[in-house]
């Protein structure tokens, strides 16, 4: 029946969107270093930052949570996670083993998705990502490097693939901005191969695309390395 039932409903979606725009909003502030590992978040003065009431900011926060950003501490409220070295390495691993698997066992579905619009959108998204890297433009790569990675999970046409894939991408991001953040300056020495690895999925060469990211793993635990040299566990 239409009348009192409805406005339930839609409160709820709004209530829903809310909360999404919230939680994207705060995911963004956590990977640009903004909302630093260990800081407490206050409820009550994210509300009033995004003039809301605290149940979507509240749930928005059980969302990242749930992302593993996000720490929920019993009668302490939320956290910002902190992430150590050792979880660096083990998400190098476990984002190699995904993307490993995907160029395994599920070639034929790229294949098979790889139309004329998705090269073409997949290479923008590299150029902009390669063009970020090398003026060394943290903020502009990160987007663009979680947009081609989401672009090439989408590929798979598994939902649960690609989520993973972004989630352990994200973390990633995390822990290595407040290190970053630290050089004075970081052109040219960020990695720049998603155009290499958007050419090489094009070209339906599997090889070279996980020779390209055996590379790019490496590449990262050599930053890894040298940063918690110099600057010890973030």
Request: proline share 4%.
């Amino acid at each position: 029946m239409p009348g009192s039932g409805s406005h339930p409903r839609g409160s709820a979606v709004t209530r829903n969107t809310l909360r999404q725009q919230i939680a994207e909003a705060l995911r963004d502030e956590v990977l640009a270093g903004r909302l630093p590992a260990g800081q407490h978040i206050a409820v009550k003065e994210i509300a009033e930052q995004y003039g809301v009431s605290a149940t979507p900011v509240r749930e928005a926060l059980v969302d990242l949570s749930a992302q593993g950003l996000v720490d929920l501490e019993h009668h302490r409220g939320f956290q910002v996670h902190r992430f150590t070295p050792q979880d660096f390495r083990d998400m190098v691993e476990a984002r190699t083993l995904i993307v490993d698997g995907i160029f395994r066992h599920a070639v034929q579905r790229i294949l098979d998705a790889l139309t004329p619009a998705a090269v073409r959108s997949l290479r923008r998204r590299a150029d902009e990502a390669v063009r970020a890297s090398r003026a060394g433009d943290l903020d502009v790569l990160i987007g663009h490097d979680l947009r081609f990675w989401r672009e090439l999970g989408q590929l798979v046409g598994n939902p649960y693939i690609r989520d993973m894939l972004d989630r352990v991408r994200v973390q990633s991001w995390v822990f290595a901005v407040p290190y970053l953040r630290r050089e004075a300056d970081l052109a040219g020495r960020l990695w720049s191969g998603h155009g290499d690895l958007a050419d090489a999925v094009a070209a339906r060469d599997e090889q070279a695309a996980r020779l390209i990211i055996t590379g790019y793993n490496d590449h990262s635990l050599e930053l890894l390395d040298r940063f918690t040299a110099r600057y010890g566990p973030s």
